[in-house]
């Protein structure tokens, strides 16, 4: 082994090494104590941008954590005994001997960092100018001594956490090892020979060493991996205190000495330093270790917070649909109910209409053909423009219960709530089916289910304080309104409009919304009302004409009216639009 060489390429590969594994380290065992944050703290947080000291003090004090008193096993608190011991005896040995001088034997008392860099300072001031009196020149011997001083400050501050958590966790022991490495320093400067060899050597060991400043950051819990890495930093320490005693020992001696010793083979020096640089990267591995558990251990406490913040906001939502379904006086009604309620429907229309027309040699599915691809029905279904189409259907039975053109609009909703979607958000349909309740469809029932399902699937834009807001003014407003018998019939018909125009503006911009309507010539104004069915159609209509032209998002209204029971094209300049194109009618005959 030659302890004068290390190997550049190794070198600065473990040092970028042992960066990255710090930063990234210092990042997660910091969050791997953070369940969740309030509200108020994420806002408090993105404010102030603390650093993870913060962090870790504030939740320590809001969950009142006890810390349990650490210490190293008894087998660890035995190796630092021993050390502790070696090195005493290092210093009842310098105070003996004659070879050291009054400054070399003050390095033993130093306990600090800061200790260390005034005494370094001094004596390295003092060794430039000595040397320069013996030597060529004060510049080469500035640079090599300034060298020896760069690496010993670094070398110790790299060494330093390690000799703090042995201090910490091993108490009384460790107190004395600052000191002890120092005095190496100290006595390698004023000895050419012995400073290149340690200077080299430290390097090497340095090169080694991970950031086990993160080590601090978690070693909070008492495992059997915590408990293992403890023992390798003891190890290390050991190693390393060794070391340095074996050094002074072996640059003490005459150089014969050393020239025998070095004939025999491989010196004890040589040993202790392949001990120490091997206990140095069995910690390296043990941190590793350590860090993949927390990382673990992060992503399972970050799953457990994210499915109870999802449970939560889940509850939420659903307690805010109940509040807003019970002001629109609505029965409750689930996504299963909705579609037996459309399978139904799909299957007595197909019951009704399956044999082929009278009037026409084609098969229902033919005439179906012949609605869909109608040129202005396909030019409203791909237009970029909000619009309404009615769909006029005149059945070939006048007893006939359903229009034969429903199908269509089945096929509509179909085609965007049942059937798969391959966009991650979709356009939002909502649809209502006349003849599926024993009470009287009313328009203001219809809007108040329409209204519900739309915001069912836009449960985002209630958690929005402002828009919530607005929103819950305007059902407030409209359930006094329909409370109230002094109220004007025109503003409770309004109420429903309202609301409908600010769940939809929810959703925003550059979306699409569709409404399907079947057999709208079925509704009424009020309940009650048998001979008023076109009055509540047409209001019905008048209020989807008002969302197309005054929404913010693209609205699409889809139309059914049995043209039997309403001539629904003798009243479309009735429906108030202000735009001809907002409204398109085409009459289809069986």
């Excluded at 269509?408 to 209502?432: G, H, M, R």
């Excluded at 109420?495 to 009424?524: E, S």
């Amino acid at each position: 082994m030659n302890l004068g060489r290390t190997p550049l390429v190794l070198h600065l590969l473990i040092k970028r090494a042992a960066s990255s594994v710090h930063v990234f380290a210092l990042q997660i065992c910091t969050l791997r104590d953070v369940p969740s944050f309030s509200h108020s703290d994420q806002s408090h947080l993105h404010r102030h941008k603390p650093n993870t000291d913060f962090i870790a003090m504030s939740l320590k004090e809001r969950w009142n954590v006890k810390e349990e008193a650490r210490t190293f096993t008894s087998k660890d608190m035995d190796t630092l005994q021993r050390s502790d011991q070696r090195q005493k005896q290092l210093r009842e040995t310098v105070k003996l001997a004659r070879r050291f001088t009054k400054e070399e034997r003050s390095a033993l008392e130093i306990e600090s960092m800061e200790a260390f860099g005034d005494f370094w300072q001094a004596a390295m001031g003092g060794k430039i100018t000595f040397d320069a009196n013996h030597e060529h020149g004060v510049g080469r011997v500035s640079k090599r001594a300034n060298s020896l001083s760069a690496s010993a400050y670094f070398f110790l501050q790299d060494m330093s956490p390690m000799v703090e958590i042995v201090k910490n966790l091993g108490a009384p022991y460790g107190n004395m090892a600052i000191g002890t490495i120092c005095f190496v320093f100290a006595v390698s400067k004023n000895r050419v020979r012995m400073e290149e060899q340690i200077n080299s050597t430290f390097l090497s060991i340095q090169d080694r060493l991970p950031s086990i400043r993160m080590y601090q950051h978690v070693y909070n819990e008492k495992n059997e991996l915590q408990t293992l890495l403890q023992s390798k930093i003891v190890d290390a320490y050991d190693g390393f205190i060794s070391f340095c005693i074996a050094a002074l020992e072996f640059y003490a001696v005459p150089s014969y000495r050393r020239i025998l010793w070095a004939l025999k083979g491989t010196s004890r020096l040589e040993e202790k330093a392949a001990r120490v640089q091997k206990s140095i990267v069995d910690m390296r591995l043990a941190c590793e270790d350590l860090l993949n558990q927390n990382v673990n251990i992060v992503k399972t406490r970050l799953e457990e917070v994210r499915n109870q913040n999802i449970e939560l906001q889940n509850d939420r939502d659903f307690n805010n649909l109940e509040t807003i379904r019970g002001l629109l006086r609505i029965e409750a009604f689930s996504p299963e109910a909705l579609l037996t309620q459309f399978r139904t429907h799909q299957s007595n229309l197909a019951a009704e209409f399956r044999s082929g027309s009278l009037s026409s040699d084609m098969t229902p599915r033919e005439r179906l053909g012949m609605v869909r691809n109608d040129t202005e029905y396909k030019e409203w279904l791909d237009s970029q423009r909000s619009g309404m189409f009615i769909l006029s259907g005149q059945n070939c039975f006048i007893g006939a219960t359903h229009c034969w053109v429903s199908p269509v609009a089945l096929d509509l909703i179909e085609k965007f709530v049942w059937e798969p979607q391959t966009d991650s958000n979709p356009d939002p349909c909502v649809f209502y089916l006349f003849g599926h309740r024993d009470t009287d469809e009313t328009c203001s029932e219809v809007l108040s289910l329409l209204i519900f399902e739309l915001l069912s699937m836009n449960k985002e834009a209630l958690r929005h304080g402002q828009e919530f807001c607005e929103l819950w003014a305007e059902l407030r407003s409209y359930a006094q309104l329909a409370q109230s018998r002094d109220a004007p019939q025109y503003e409770v018909q309004q109420g429903p409009y309202k609301v409908a125009l600010r769940a939809i503006d929810l959703f925003g911009p550059n979306r699409t919304i569709w409404i399907v309507l079947d057999r709208v010539d079925k509704c009424r104004l009020a309940p009650g009302q048998r001979g008023s069915q076109h009055r509540g159609g047409r209001m019905l209509l008048q209020t989807m004409v008002h969302l197309v032209e005054q929404a913010v998002p693209r609205v699409k209204v889809l139309a059914v009216v049995n043209r039997a029971d309403w001539h629904v094209e003798d009243q479309v300049d009735e429906l108030g639009q202000q735009r001809e194109e907002s409204v398109m009618i085409q009459t289809f005959h069986e």
